[in-house]
DNA sequence: TATGAATGAGTATTCATTCAT
DNA sequence: TATGAATGAATACTCATTCAT
């Protein structure tokens, strides 16, 4: 990871510009679209694309791991209201990470990638109970599935920012007292 | 149902038969699973399956279709509370409802089948409010669009017993005020 | 073929609606056409036109047979020159015999069918040849030969009336002297 | 041919072994045999016929674009009445391109290469003209008319070789005055 | 005899993956 | 290491033909 020849620097770049298409293509056309066409869009050669993912699942799984960081990333910026308002608002846009975290016939396991995230948002819940804007019963598993369950509905069920708005508010009530 | 001939009666069996192994089989791998394979389990030639259903989509629909008439019936005999729970228990048994309203790429559209669920459950709210059990301010939309995001999160995130009720917990409590 | 039994009259009344259905279709959609849309165009079922052409062939066969008598019935009402000009200008409308002539990948011969037509394009040749009006060199087959290219050639090739004509009268110019 | 990579050496062979077989395949069972057909005798896979031609009407049109510049380039080296003859004598060899310029229910369209062919008749009848071995009234559509004509009948008529000459005496004899 | 449901081999096409250059 | 051509199993769908009713 610290090397430095010129020929790592190159496959570097390489693997970066696949991820970044494979997101792209993933994202618009959803996980069936053919590697050959993330390798057209990342300007490679198919056989590039193979060499750094062996399989089409393992770059799906590269895919993920990059997205989750970033939502840990994002996680360190908010508290838990407007993460989970974020990340809902971001759904569609994420379209792959919400894809691939809900199954979709791909075998994916990311146990690290998703702990970090669960991490992240075990914080944010610690914070939120602390300030008293969470009900103490309330533990982390739940507000995982319940983020994963609103990110899943919101984007296949194409919500407006109405629906958006209104079906976090449930959620958000809940959230302070139950 | 108004024919009364043989042959129409073996045509009805086998029909039941598609439909009965193609709900176990895409419940089972997902709807990437092949025409083939359903033909197979139902014990008939393929081209049997194609005869009932011209297009792999028109046998998803079909399936949607029945599943989502059974939601309404079970709609009927249960409050909006027992409903929810009954449907996130469920959540995995219906992989393929689950799959098919979250879109999975197929194009499938049951306006009709869709809309009497949302009347069944549009009357169970009713039934709420008027009982005081929900928040008077709280509308069909982001009912339906709880429902539809905890069956999707419970059936793949694989929750068990217990997640399932402490997820359900907070959205009951945030349903009743909010 | 005598037969009265009322039975026999339906069948009879069946198989010659099959045959106007399948004339019908395959001048539309070519030989290619299946024969279930046969037998839809022909109100009756499937089975029914397997029972009176247990094969495909068979039915292109018999399509075959009608046309050529009905050619052989024209050609007993012109002469020579009226008759190749009414087929050329009819091509179109005959594509399937056309076709079927042609060959097509369809094996089928009638050797009895297309030897009455024969007989009766020999007929005119020699009521030509005898009115001055063809020369004396002229054989039947090259005439045979000239009749069936210059039909494929106008059924594929979609002559207007002029190309018809300019055809034609390079041809009946040769026939006339050469 | 700009090209000097060795792949693209070996990919160039494929394509013409792929165009060979299909131009064997075709013309000896019709357009309706498989394209796997194809891919066994060029000793291929599917897949390399598909990569080449992503479409069985794709592989057609490139035989025919084939099959049409060799007469072109034949009719370079002939006179009009050669070239008539010579083409007659090869149809059944050439059973692709005469069935394709015949329609056969597979949609291609090769303006260009049909263009040139008729560009190249077009000279060989000037010539004619210009030395008085063809009326002056003569037109080139109706030539054209005559040449598929001609084609069409001497393939699927399975002309000998005295019933090709008597046929083309006639057609000639109509084309030096008419 | 008519019906039409069932059969199943066959077809074009796709796509993850391999491998020669 | 990158390329991109080749592979070949898999898939949805068609259609001539058979056969139970």
């Known amino acids: 990871m610290i090397e430095g020849s010129p020929l790592r620097a190159d496959a570097q770049r390489n693997r970066a510009r696949i991820l970044d298409a494979a997101e792209a293509i993933f994202a618009e056309f959803g996980t069936r679209a053919s590697t050959e066409e993330v390798a057209r869009r990342a300007g490679v050669a198919i056989g590039t694309v193979f060499r750094h993912f062996p399989t089409k699942d393992d770059l799906l799984a590269a895919i993920m791991k990059r997205l989750l960081a970033q939502l840990v990333e994002e996680a360190g910026k908010r508290d838990l209201f407007t993460f989970f308002t974020h990340l809902v608002a971001q759904a569609a846009a994420k379209k792959t990470v919400v894809d691939l975290l809900a199954g979709s016939g791909v075998d994916i396991r990311l146990p690290d990638a998703v702990g970090h995230l669960e991490e992240a948002v075990g914080r944010l819940l610690e914070q939120a109970r602390a300030a008293g804007a969470v009900a103490d019963s309330v533990r982390l598993p739940e507000t995982m599935a319940l983020l994963t369950s609103l990110c899943q509905g919101a984007l296949h069920g ?13 959620v958000f009530a809940g959230l302070k007292r139950d």
Chains 1, 2, 3, 4 share one sequence.
């Open 158 to 170: 194409g919500w407006d920012q109405q629906l958006q708005a209104r079906t976090l508010t449930v």
